[in-house]
């Protein structure tokens, strides 16, 4: 059984940094493209994505230069390093896996195989 838990989320001050971790278990995580999406109301979201070996990545315009994706194959397991947090990246946020190509990164949330089941995050101005 495949399953993705997300954890690090919580409550920050506007400027702060929170890093987010995504644990998987029950699949070959090499094998699979790894995305952060964000839920706010019921609007889901793209952050950013990474390749099943980490050598390429995407990210919304939104979060580019102060978001940092990355990946560890050993440990599989999936990081999302935010800072220059504002008021605006307060959400639920999701870790999705996609079994991929070599190379491949996904923007699309139709895209991703499995999803986990979201962590809180708050920016307070």
């Known amino acids: 059984q495949v399953q993705l838990v997300e954890s690090g989320g919580g409550l920050v001050q506007a400027g702060g940094s929170l890093r987010l971790s995504c644990a998987a278990s029950?699949?070959?995580?090499?094998?699979?493209?790894m995305g952060w999406f964000r839920q706010i109301g019921k609007e889901r979201e793209f952050v950013a994505t990474i390749s099943r070996s980490g050598g390429r990545t995407d990210y919304a315009d939104s979060v580019e230069g102060r978001f940092t994706i990355s990946r560890d194959n050993a440990e599989n397991t999936v990081h999302l390093q935010m800072d220059r947090l504002n008021s605006e990246d307060t959400a639920v946020y999701y870790c999705a896996a996609a079994f991929a190509k070599v190379g491949q990164v996904l923007r699309i949330e139709e895209g991703y195989d499995y999803w986990g089941q979201g962590t809180q995050v708050t920016v307070s101005s």
């Open positions: 029950g699949l070959t995580f090499s094998s699979f493209a």
